[in-house]
């Protein structure tokens, strides 16, 4: 899975057990909603009910079902939209991390990776002067 699918997954509905969820209610509809219009936001409002439920009964299966249904819808927007990982990103940095508690912001973590192939052909298939780089980092990642 994408990790910031994941992260903005997890996120999405960890916030959205608290008393900040409205604060990032219109941030996540105005940046979900180009994706999947009004019944987006009629489902983060629904996901919200759900999950206000679940604390209320104690029920931690009804989250983690929420969990994994954001996490296939937002899967499914990223396929068909690959410049929404820009929106993700957004979402976790400036909207969902930032109303977490300060002892679960630290769950998240930066992972990227860049990679780099550099060559000169040459006649005969062979590549000379080329180079290869990896860089990897962390990225916003929930660790279980």
Not at 60 to 72: K, M, N, P, S
Request: glycine share 10%; net charge negative; with cysteine.
């Amino acid at each position: 899975m994408e990790p910031r699918v994941e992260a903005v997954g997890k996120a999405l509905v960890e916030v959205m057990a608290t008393d900040a969820w409205p604060r990032a209610f219109g941030a996540c509809a105005e940046a979900l909603a180009p994706m999947g219009g009004d019944e987006i936001v009629e489902r983060l409002i629904e996901t919200r009910a759900r999950v206000e439920d679940a604390h209320a009964r104690g029920d931690d299966e009804i989250e983690a079902r929420c969990v994994a249904e954001w996490l296939h819808r937002l899967t499914e927007i990223l396929i068909r939209e690959p410049g929404f990982a820009s929106v993700l990103q957004h979402l976790l940095n400036e909207v969902l991390t930032p109303l977490l508690a300060p002892s679960e912001r630290g769950h998240y973590r930066m992972i990227g990776m860049t990679n780099r192939v550099e060559g000169h052909y040459v006649f005969g298939g062979d590549i000379h002067g080329g180079s290869i780089g990896q860089s990897i980092g962390r990225d916003q990642v929930r660790d279980s």
